[in-house]
C-alpha cells in the first residue's frame, strides 16, 4: 500500500480504511496478530484483512460485516486524527486545479498541520515532483513526517520545522507552486516569492477571515504578484429521497370519479360534507438538500508570480 499508487492486496503495516457505512469509517494499521473492535464485533487482522483484496466485504466476530477500503487522501482526509484544523476535499480540490498542480510539480506549504492538505498535494506531484512543508510545531512537524514514512510517501516531501514568516521554506527560485495556511500569510507573501522559479509560478492562500485576505491581497501586489482573484467554494450534498405526495381532490367530475383538475369540480355539498374520501398519492425520486450544510471555511486567494 501507498498513498500514491493503488496495490490489490491487503499487506501488513498498511493504512486500511475500515468502512460501516456513510459517516462511519476509521482507518486501522494492519499487523499481524492485530484485532479491532467494531461494533459489530472484532476484526482479526491475520485471518481477516492480510492477504483479502482491498473493497473486500469481512464479516466481524458478530456476524455484522465491514468493508475494507484502499486509503487515499480523500478517505485520509475524513478520518486523519486532527492535530489541527483541516483543509478538506472541496477546498483542495479547488486548490489543486488553481495552482495547476501536475505530476513533477515542486510545492512549497505552510503550515503542515494535520497534513491533510499534504496528502493530497503528494499524490498529484508523484512520482517525480517534491513537497517542501513548514510547520514551526515541532510535535506536529514529527507527527507528519511519521505519518508520510508510514504512508510510503517520505521520499517525495521534506517537512522543515521553522517559522515561515521569519526563515521562509528553506528553498529558492524551486517552486511552481506555493501555498499559505497560517493565520498571518501576508508575513510569509515576500518569502513565498522566493522560494518561487525564477520564471514565476503561482500562490494560493487560505484565510477565513476577510481581514486576514485584505492584508494578503495587499502584500500580493507590494510584491509584484498578478492576477490576483478571491474566491470561496461551497458545497451542497443531496440525498436521494422517494417523496410522496397526496394528489388534493378539488371535486367530482360530472360522471362521479375523482378530479385532480382545477376546472373539473362539479362539487356537490355531499362531497363538501366528506372530508375523508379516499385521497390518491403519487411518489418520486427526488434530490433532497440536506438539512444542514457546511458553511464558511475560508477564502481562497490566488495570484501569480510573473517573470516580468
Ligand atoms: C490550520 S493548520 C494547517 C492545516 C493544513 N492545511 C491541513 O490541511 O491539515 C495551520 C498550521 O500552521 C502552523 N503555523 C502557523 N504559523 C506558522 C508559521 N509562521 N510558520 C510555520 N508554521 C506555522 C500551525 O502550527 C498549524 O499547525
Request: proline letters at 4%; a negative charge.
Amino acid at each position: 500500500m501507498s498513498f500514491i499508487e493503488y496495490g490489490d492486496t491487503i499487506k501488513e503495516g498498511d493504512t486500511a480504511i475500515v468502512f460501516l457505512g456513510h459517516e462511519s469509517m476509521f482507518p486501522v494499521k494492519v499487523q499481524p496478530g492485530g484485532k479491532t473492535q467494531t461494533k459489530y464485533g472484532v476484526i482479526r487482522h491475520s485471518t481477516d484483512l492480510i492477504g483479502k483484496k482491498y473493497g473486500s466485504k469481512v464479516t466481524c466476530s458478530k456476524g455484522g460485516w465491514v468493508y475494507i477500503l484502499y486509503p487515499t487522501p480523500e478517505l485520509w482526509t475524513l478520518n486523519l486524527r486532527h492535530r489541527t484544523q483541516i483543509l478538506y476535499s472541496t477546498d483542495i480540490s479547488l486548490i489543486t486545479m488553481m495552482l495547476e498542480l501536475k505530476p513533477g510539480s515542486i510545492v512549497c506549504e505552510s503550515g503542515t498541520g494535520s497534513a491533510s492538505l499534504s496528502h493530497a498535494i503528494i499524490r498529484t506531484i508523484a512520482p517525480t515532483g517534491h513537497l517542501y512543508t513548514v510547520e514551526f510545531h515541532q510535535q506536529r512537524a514529527e507527527k507528519a513526517i511519521e505519518e508520510f514514512e508510514e504512508h510510503k510517501v517520505g521520499h517525495l516531501v521534506t517537512v522543515k520545522t521553522q517559522d515561515v514568516c521569519k526563515n521562509g521554506f528553506g528553498v529558492t527560485n524551486v517552486a511552481d507552486a506555493v501555498f499559505l495556511d497560517i493565520p498571518s500569510p501576508w508575513e510569509a507573501v515576500g518569502h513565498a516569492k522566493l522560494a518561487l522559479k525564477h520564471e514565476g509560478g503561482r500562490i494560493c492562500s487560505f484565510s477565513p477571515c476577510i481581514e486576514q485576505v485584505q492584508r494578503t491581497c495587499l502584500a500580493l501586489e507590494e510584491h509584484g504578484f498578478t492576477e490576483i482573484t478571491t474566491s470561496e467554494i461551497l458545497l451542497r450534498v443531496y440525498n436521494v429521497r422517494t417523496i410522496s405526495l397526496q394528489i388534493p381532490d378539488l371535486g367530482k367530475t360530472a360522471d362521479g370519479n375523482s378530479s385532480t383538475g382545477v376546472d373539473g369540480g362539479n362539487l356537490s355539498n355531499e362531497d363538501a360534507l366528506c372530508p375523508n374520501l379516499p385521497q390518491e398519492t403519487v411518489q418520486f425520486k427526488s434530490g433532497v438538500p440536506l438539512k444542514e450544510m457546511v458553511g464558511h471555511t475560508g477564502y481562497l486567494t490566488f495570484a501569480t508570480k510573473n517573470l516580468f
